[in-house]
């Protein structure tokens, strides 16, 4: 029952799990263009290799770089809603609750 009562009041944030699946979403988009574009670069690769290449290379680097850029926006905003329960918590000690 507090649970539904920490729901309620809004003690507890339903942000944070949500996140955790946008990410997951996130990660997997990323991996369907990165997938898409490898096959795009092959199949350069027949008229231009260098160009595919260029191409194969890039999109590597990219879904590298694309994953590691949606992971640190989702601590960032995971780290925000922490400080902030750390912040109620204080606060709730500081109150006797």
Do not use: K
Not at 13 to 42: D, G, W
């Amino acid at each position: 029952m507090s649970q539904l009562r920490d729901f309620l009041n809004f003690e507890h944030y339903l942000t944070p799990s949500l996140f955790r699946i946008f990410y997951l979403l996130q990660l997997a988009l990323i991996a369907i263009f990165a997938i898409s574009n490898i096959f795009a670069a092959l199949a350069t690769m027949l008229s231009s290799f260098v160009f595919g290449f260029i191409w194969l290379v890039g999109t590597l680097v990219g879904a590298v770089a694309a994953a590691i850029a949606a992971r640190i926006f989702t601590e960032i905003i995971m780290v925000l809603f922490q400080n902030n329960e750390h912040l109620a918590a204080i606060r709730a000690r500081a109150e006797g609750r």
